[in-house]
């Protein structure tokens, strides 16, 4: 157990709809990636917080968008889906910011758009 | 374009062998990671490396800056290591992380 937690585990919904997807750091760490892994891409990096401010990013798309609250938690909001869209989404955390720091992922969400 | 490259894709091996899988990056980085992804889909990571060489139990993990290459090894491997292994950079310039396609290992018994 990486301390790193996200719900839902599994989401299936319709193309064109919007859906959220949330991630809890593990205590004390402040940074928190979101990932997306899909069979035909791998895994990509989509998006970086860093104590509630955007940090960087990567290969995310318009229509999906994120934010880090207070708490540090964070959501990744994907709206007008679509059938490619679907795929498992990672969030991980690490204690600081930057590519020195290890990362923790949690159990991922897969998500299947029908 | 591929900015990490990973060899062999698949790997088999017989319980008890060495192991070695090998990342190639086209991009200046300052580290890089080594990680391993489960047939059940989690991810943890083994690695975090910026020079020279790591161990952690049977699994070592170099890196050559320089030659922008990296290794991982698994001595006296046993079934529980298969899964799919993941290496990752993080360019010098930018924000990006970049993966490798992975290289999936099963050790029979």
């Known amino acids: 157990d990486s301390g790193v937690t996200q719900t839902p585990k599994h989401l299936i919904t319709a193309t064109g709809q919007r859906v959220t997807l949330r991630c809890s750091p593990r205590s004390g760490d402040l940074s928190v990636y979101w990932y997306q892994q899909s069979l035909d891409q791998g895994l990509q990096f989509l998006i970086q917080y860093y104590n509630g401010e955007e940090r960087a990013k990567g290969n995310i798309l318009e229509r999906f968008s994120a934010q880090q609250f207070p708490d540090l938690h964070s959501e990744l909001n994907l709206s007008s889906l679509e059938l490619g869209d679907s795929a498992l989404y990672f969030c991980?955390?690490?204690?600081?910011?930057?590519?020195?720091?290890?990362?923790?992922f949690g159990p991922g969400t897969r998500l299947t758009v029908t | 374009k591929n900015e990490v490259e990973q060899s062999p894709q698949n790997l088999t091996a017989q319980e008890g062998e060495f192991i070695t899988i090998n990342c190639s990056y086209s991009?200046?980085?300052?580290?890089l990671h080594w990680l391993q992804q489960h047939p059940g889909g989690g991810i943890v990571s083994l690695f975090m490396l910026s020079s020279g060489k790591k161990k952690h139990g049977r699994l070592i993990a170099t890196i050559n800056i320089q030659e922008k290459h990296s290794s991982l090894h698994i001595t006296a491997s046993h079934p529980r290591d298969s899964a799919v292994y993941i290496c990752?950079?993080?360019?010098?310039?930018?924000?990006?992380?970049?993966f490798g396609t992975g290289t999936s290992l099963t050790v029979i018994p």
């Open positions: 991980a955390s690490s204690v600081g910011d930057g590519t020195y720091y290890e990362q923790y």
């Open positions: 990752a950079v993080r360019p010098n310039t930018g924000n990006q992380f970049y």
């Open positions: 991009v200046g980085i300052s580290a």
